[in-house]
């Protein structure tokens, strides 16, 4: 069964950009490609952080998390090469809608003094990238069982060629943008 969001992309997203932007080829419609979850953790932190939020982010994502491990040694930072520096997750397909409608319906809402994204995170590319300062938003969560707060950093690819499609799409996908003033 195909995820809800997927569905409206396909059955209401899709004509709209293509009667919005006059695309000729259904291939020109911007669409998600990959939503990447990055968990970066201090190296200064006890030995089973990593592995902490590692668990965290298997909860919140469904998927089993990459450990980032450093490139180099750099002793102001006291960073050892080859030591552990956070994880991180590739959604792609079902499991990538499925996260964010999770995201847009049920983990954005709870933050506090929720206004709306910022829409000026785009990188110029059609990408947007956005950072959650704690990982309790999220309902998977058991606040009994953290250790510490963790942020993310939640970055969502498209196929849009510029940042004026990539913010129709997700718009249209359900991304509460705040409101310029």
């Known amino acids: 069964m195909k995820p809800r969001l997927y569905e409206k992309y396909i059955n209401e997203v899709r004509p709209a950009l293509t009667e919005k932007r006059k695309y000729k080829n259904v291939h020109q419609v911007p669409r998600m490609e990959k939503i990447v979850v990055n968990m970066g953790v201090s190296a200064s932190l006890e030995k089973g952080a990593v592995e902490d939020a590692a ?6 994502t ?3 998390p990459v450990i980032s491990r450093s490139r180099k ?9 080859n030591q552990p520096i956070g994880c991180r997750v590739t959604l792609r397909r079902e499991a990538m809608y499925e996260f964010f409608d999770r995201l847009v319906a049920a983990a954005l809402p709870r933050i506090r003094d929720f206004r709306g994204i910022s829409p000026r995170s785009f990188d110029g590319r059609g ?3 956005l950072g959650v300062s704690d990982q309790t938003i999220f309902p998977e969560i058991e606040l009994e069982k953290i250790k510490r707060q963790q942020g993310m950093d939640i970055t969502i690819v498209t196929s849009a060629p510029t940042d004026g499609e ?6 249209m996908m359900g991304m509460p943008f705040a409101e310029g003033k």
């Open 62 to 64: 469904g998927r089993k």
């Open 127 to 129: 990408n947007y990238s």
């Open 55 to 60: 668990k965290d982010m298997a909860m919140i």
């Open 73 to 81: 040694s750099i002793a102001n930072f006291k960073l050892r090469e």
């Open 166 to 171: 990539a913010m129709d799409l997700l718009k």
